[in-house]
T-cell receptor, first 112, second 112 residues
Framework: EAAVTQSPRNKVAVTGGKVTLSCNQT?????MYWYRQDTGHGLRLIHY???????EKGDIPDGYKASRPSQENFSLILELATPSQTSVYFC???????????FGPGTRLLVL | QQKVQQSPESLTVSEGAMASLNCTFS??????FRWYRQHSAKGLEVLVS????GEKEEGRFTAHLNRANLHVSLHIREPQPSDSAVYLC????????????FGGGTRLTVRP
């Protein structure tokens, strides 16, 4: 089973500050994804990647950047955090686009 | 844009009684359906994947797909209190397989 870890697990940030959320997977999956989960919206796709060096916009990319420096690591960057970005963020990985995505434990972000 | 809706929002059943959850989607070209389970404050665990009309069983979990009716359901046989969680339906459409659209979830409570 895929092992996906996220750090930090909890984060408090100030409005206007920079936040970086990190994700690591150890099963050599090509694809990685970032979602946010909010009450009433379910999980929504922010950015995804098909491999090292690639990033693609998901359904709600505004206010977020992504970086995939290696096969194992995928970061989500909030350059100027806003309170509307308070949420739970999940990273996922999967071998191919049609395959199951395996999720990390989530990062709870509070922007004050 | 794909819309995925789940019903009911919450469901309470007694231990041992069948639990049935519903999911409707808007795009008939969708061909990739998964049910995930999310225990409180944890990541998502895939339960069953289904790709063609009919049924797919994984242990106590059975998914039924009817693409003509834009409907996929999950049935949990002999639910236990440990099955209490939020259940999420995830749908991919056509060849955009990398992008999952999630429903808002059904919160299941299993009473001893």
């Amino acid at each position: 089973e895929a092992a996906v870890t996220q750090s930090p697990r909890n984060k408090v940030a100030v409005t206007g500050g920079k936040v970086t959320l990190s994700c690591n997977q150890t099963n050599n999956h090509n694809n990685m994804y970032w979602y946010r989960q909010d009450t009433g919206h379910g999980l929504r796709l922010i950015h995804y990647s098909y491999g090292a060096g690639s990033t693609e916009k998901g359904d709600i990319p505004d206010g977020y950047k992504a970086s995939r420096p290696s096969q194992e690591n995928f970061s989500l960057i909030l350059e100027l955090a806003t309170p509307s970005q308070t949420s739970v963020y999940f990273c996922a990985s999967g071998p191919r686009v049609q395959d199951t995505q395996y999720f990390g434990p989530g990062t709870r972000l509070l922007v004050l | 844009q794909q819309k995925v809706q789940q019903s009911p929002e919450s469901l309470t059943v007694s231990e041992g009684a069948m639990a049935s959850l519903n999911c409707t989607f808007s795009d008939g070209t969708s061909n990739n359906f998964r049910w995930y389970r999310q225990h409180s404050a944890k990541g998502l665990e895939v339960l069953v994947s289904i790709f063609s009309d009919g049924e797919k069983e994984e242990g106590r979990f059975t998914a039924h797909l009817n693409r003509a009716n834009l409907h996929v359901s999950l049935h949990i046989r002999e639910p236990q209190p440990s099955d209490s969680a939020v259940y999420l339906c995830a749908v991919s459409m056509g060849n955009a397989g990398a992008k999952l659209t999630f429903g808002g979830g059904t919160r299941l409570t299993v009473r001893p």
